[in-house]
């Protein structure tokens, strides 16, 4: 891997509503402490570093509404370029910006890993070999390459890969298989067939190709994004450029727009842990729970006599919560979310009704 330029593609677009009243425009959820003491961007870039080159700098793709919030964050102590995007156009645009933008810097042998900024996954020396090994398949092999994980339960909002033939194993142990199938968020009972079969793993939306070979795929699947594509690497990625390529291009997913149509897809199938952090019912996967099914997340919480509550204290106030069950509590010093976690579904909803009354700031 010594000469190949490694690109980690970093996708950190959104703010993350449904993480209010921590995250907010101001301060989105990849700049949040959620996963540990550090900030979920920083946790992805450190993970990523292992499997770069020395030359080769983080590409962030982000809105314009949270750049400033990450670039605040981040400068001084990493090295990073970045793609800001006028207007959200879902991922399939995000990662065709960020080939043009490898092949302009790295040239189109280079190797892009897109990863998303709001995952957790632990341990991170088995991702790095997951990871690596991925790097080595793509480039050896023209595939795309997607990181599938073994499901630890009926999981419904996530997407699957149906894996069809084993095809190798890396000397950690690392196995990669042919992607039969990608399969949309399944009900409950899809699901429970799909762990018990063993034949299935999660999407993580991970993903590892040479840059050509998108740009290849691009080229075959999206053929209106790829003339985009060609008017954005003539004019070299400049501001302008990328802004008029954003709108005028498609709004569609990777997923949709290449992943399911390719056909020289492999799988990694990673063995570590992983977690999609989209919403507050995450923070019990990550952060455990106690023997009567409570998650406290944060300094100066007092609780007690409470069943499958979840407390985060994300600020110097005392949080006291005491003889309830199910419900959700947030605390961010300026704003606080006492909500039962039956409705956390419909937290957005909610939002929306309060930011009738509450100010601005909050969002």
Known sequence: MDNLRVIPIILAGGIG???WPASRSSRPKQVLPLISEKLMIEETIERLSPICGHTEKPLIVT???IAASINECLVGKYEYDAIIEPVAKNTAPAVAAAAIWCKKHYGEDSVMVVVSADHAIRPVEKFVCAAKYGVETARAENTLVVFGITPSRPETGYGY???????????????????????????????????????????SGSFIWKTKTVIEQFKEHMPQL????????????????????????????????????????????????????????????IHGKDKDGNTNVGKNIFSADNKDCVVVAQSDSCVAVIGVENILVVNTGDATLVISRDKLPYLKDYIAETKKIFPKELY
């Open 226 to 285: 790829y003339a985009d594509m060609l008017l954005l690497e003539e004019k070299n990625c400049s501001k302008d450029a990328i802004d008029k390529f954003y709108a005028n291009c498609i709004k569609e997913s990777i997923d949709f727009g290449i992943m399911e149509k390719a056909q020289n897809v492999s799988a990694v199938a990673g063995d570590f842990e992983w977690d999609d952090i989209g919403a507050w019912e995450a923070m019990p996967r």
């Open 17 to 19: 509503e449904r993480f």
């Open 161 to 203: 890969i149906r894996l069809g033939r084993e095809k190798g194993k890396s000397e950690e142990g690392v196995m990669s298989f042919c992607v039969d199938k990608f399969i949309e968020k399944p009900n409950l009972e899809q699901a429970m067939g799909y762990l018990e079969s063993g034949k299935y793993l999660w999407n």
């Open 63 to 65: 809105g314009e509404k």
